[in-house]
Every structure is written in structure tokens, then in C-alpha cells.
């Protein structure tokens, strides 16, 4: 499975963008970019996830680099809600790969 | 709330007892996830099922633990003979077969051994 590093933590502003980077330097083909955050007291919630292309919903959006090897999950408009663990995930899509989680990054969003 | 739950949310427990925790999953969901999380650190995958047979077990998973989905539902979590280092916040996770990347998550189960 390819490995994730992501910084331990970040600050962002409330109601500015926050952009979260990922590097996945070792990715394969056929490994997708998952997101997951975990709020502090509750269980992981999942974001995004993303192959090649940049892919947005009303949580977030994901850019991936041409190369597949880094990413950056952005918040656009960061809440104090926003503020969580985040984690970045390198998996195949098939049913039976299991997620394998590191450390995430602690993003605290300041008022 | 149709959401993943789990029960109890708390649990203080002497070492050598035995533990016993439940996980009711989104009822559409065929799979089922048990993960153990500690301070500071991502969860661990400890087992998942689909119904209610059990496809694979991490090694993470000592002889010490056992768990049961029997109808393909809610699903239960044994360790025995519990040691300090079992104290953890055990997590319960449910999807779908072909969406299991998107997995929904209980508020966990935190396990205190004194």
C-alpha cells in the first residue's frame, strides 16, 4: 500500500480557504485518494475521494496533482466546525482493501 | 437517527475481566468494520464482515478477542481476559459492498483497563 505523509498540524482563519496537502509520492494506478476527518469525540466521517481528476462535492474539493503524487484537500470557506483531525487515505477501489490510516493532520481553525 | 451506534459509549473495566461491546450498523449496510483507535494515532483495522460471515481478521486481532455478526446485523466485540494495553477507543464502522470506501462510523466505545 503506498504511504501518506501529511503535516501534523495547520491553522486557517475562519471563513478563509483551508488547504490541506498530501504526499503520496509511491501511488500505483490503480489507487484512489480517499479524505476522511475525525471531530474530536466522534468517529472518522469520510469527505472525498478522488483517481486523476479534481473532484468537488458540498463538503469539499480534491486536487490531485498531474503526476498522482501529492494532493490538497480545500476547505473554501473553514468554519470553527471545520476544525478536526483529517486524514488522507492511499487505497485500491476494490471492495476488500482495507483503509490504513496514519496520523492525519490536526487543523484547528481560528476565530 | 439512523446512523451507526454503539453500546456503551464507556467502559471501565479491571484487568482480567472480560468485555463485551455491541455495534448496531446503518441497517442497509452489508458490511461491518471494527477498528481500535489510541490517543494521537489513526484506527487500526481489526475486522470486518460482510453479513454475517467474517472475511478477514488483522493480525492486530489476538486470540483474546472475538467477534460476532450472527444474523448479519448488529454485531459484538469480546475481548478477554483483558490487559492495560487494550485501552483503546474501539470503533465500529458500517457500508455498502460496493461503496466501502465510504464508510459510516459509531462514536465508539472507550475501554478503560485498570
Known amino acids: 500500500d503506498a504511504k501518506t505523509t501529511q503535516p501534523t498540524s495547520m491553522d486557517c482563519a475562519e471563513g478563509r480557504a483551508a488547504n490541506l496537502p498530501c504526499n503520496h509520492s509511491?501511488?500505483?494506478?490503480?489507487?484512489?485518494v480517499y479524505w476522511y476527518r475525525q471531530i474530536h469525540s466522534q468517529g472518522p466521517q469520510y469527505i472525498i475521494h478522488?483517481?486523476?481528476?479534481?473532484e468537488t462535492n458540498e463538503m469539499a474539493s480534491l486536487i490531485i496533482t498531474e503526476d498522482r503524487k501529492s494532493s490538497t484537500l480545500i476547505l473554501p470557506h473553514a468554519t470553527l466546525r471545520d476544525t478536526a483531525v483529517y486524514y488522507c487515505?492511499?487505497?485500491?477501489?476494490?471492495?476488500?482493501?482495507?483503509?490504513?490510516w496514519g496520523a492525519g493532520t490536526k487543523l484547528i481553525i481560528k476565530p | 437517527d439512523t446512523g451507526v451506534s454503539q453500546d456503551p459509549r464507556h467502559k471501565i473495566t479491571k484487568r482480567g475481566q472480560n468485555v463485551t461491546f455491541r455495534c448496531d450498523p446503518i441497517?442497509?449496510?452489508?458490511?461491518l468494520y471494527w477498528y481500535r483507535q489510541t490517543l494521537g494515532q489513526g484506527p487500526e483495522f481489526l475486522t470486518y464482515?460482510?453479513?454475517?460471515?467474517?472475511?478477514?481478521k488483522s493480525r492486530l486481532l489476538s486470540d483474546r478477542f472475538s467477534a460476532e455478526r450472527p444474523k448479519g446485523s448488529f454485531s459484538t466485540l469480546e475481548i478477554q481476559r483483558t490487559e492495560q494495553g487494550d485501552s483503546a477507543m474501539y470503533l465500529c464502522?458500517?457500508?455498502?459492498?460496493?461503496?466501502?470506501?465510504?464508510?459510516?462510523f459509531g462514536p465508539g466505545t472507550r475501554l478503560t483497563v485498570t
Open positions: 464502522a458500517s457500508s455498502l459492498r460496493d461503496r466501502t470506501y465510504e464508510q459510516y
Open positions: 441497517s442497509e449496510h452489508n458490511r
Open positions: 464482515f460482510q453479513n454475517e460471515a467474517q472475511l478477514e
Open positions: 509511491t501511488i500505483s494506478g490503480n489507487e484512489y
Open positions: 478522488g483517481l486523476k481528476n479534481n
Open positions: 487515505i492511499v487505497r485500491p477501489l476494490g471492495a476488500d482493501y482495507q483503509l490504513i
